[in-house]
C-alpha cells in the first residue's frame, strides 16, 4: 500500500498555527502520514518534489477542487496504489508558474498563507480518512 507524504516548504514559525498542525499530525500518526519539511530555495524544492517516487499533487488555488467525501475517496484510491503519494505546499510566494506538469488540488477559490493551508489540508486528510473509516467526525 502507497504511504502518504506531505512536504512543505519551510517550517511553521507561528506557534498557533504550528501547534494545530502538531495537532492534526499527532492524529494521523497511525496512518503512516510523513511531513517533510524542506528549507531549500523554491528551485531547490522544486528539483527535489521532481526527484520523488510516486504521484506528486502541488496545493494550489488553480488546482482541483472536492468535496470533503469526494477527497476522502481520492485519498482512499491513493492509499490502494503500490506507490507512494507526496503532496506539496508550496512557499509563501506560491509556485510561481513552475511546475506545471504536475497535478494540482485547491483548498479553495480563496488565497491562504502557505503555512494554514498546510493546516487546512491536514485537516482534510484527517476528515478524508475518518469518513473512509465511517466515524462521526464528518457530519454532513
Known amino acids: ?10 517550517r511553521l514559525k507561528d506557534a498557533a498555527i ?6 492534526y ?11 517533510h519539511v524542506h ?3 523554491l528551485e531547490k524544492y522544486l528539483s527535489k518534489l ?26 482512499q484510491s491513493l492509499t490502494l496504489l503500490s506507490a507512494d503519494t507526496h503532496f506539496a505546499v508550496g512557499p509563501a510566494e506560491g509556485w510561481q508558474n513552475r511546475g506545471q506538469h504536475h497535478p494540482r488540488i485547491s483548498l479553495s477559490e ?11 489540508f491536514l485537516e482534510q486528510l484527517y ?6 473509516k465511517g466515524t462521526s467526525y464528518h457530519k454532513a
Not at 18 to 23: F, Y
Request: charge should be negative; proline fraction near 1%; avoid cysteine.
Open 110 to 120: 480563496m488565497t491562504f498563507p502557505h503555512e494554514l493551508a498546510a493546516v487546512l
Open 25 to 35: 499530525e499527532a492524529r494521523l500518526q497511525s496512518t503512516g502520514l510523513t511531513i
Open 18 to 23: 504550528k501547534s494545530l498542525a502538531d495537532a
Open 127 to 132: 476528515r478524508a480518512i475518518q469518513i473512509n
Open 50 to 75: 521532481d526527484s520523488l517516487k510516486g504521484q506528486l499533487f502541488l496545493l494550489d488555488e488553480q488546482g482541483s477542487t472536492f468535496t470533503s467525501t469526494e477527497f476522502a475517496k481520492k485519498i
Open 1 to 10: 500500500m502507497g504511504r502518504l507524504h506531505l512536504h512543505l516548504h519551510g
Open 39 to 41: 528549507t531549500d530555495d
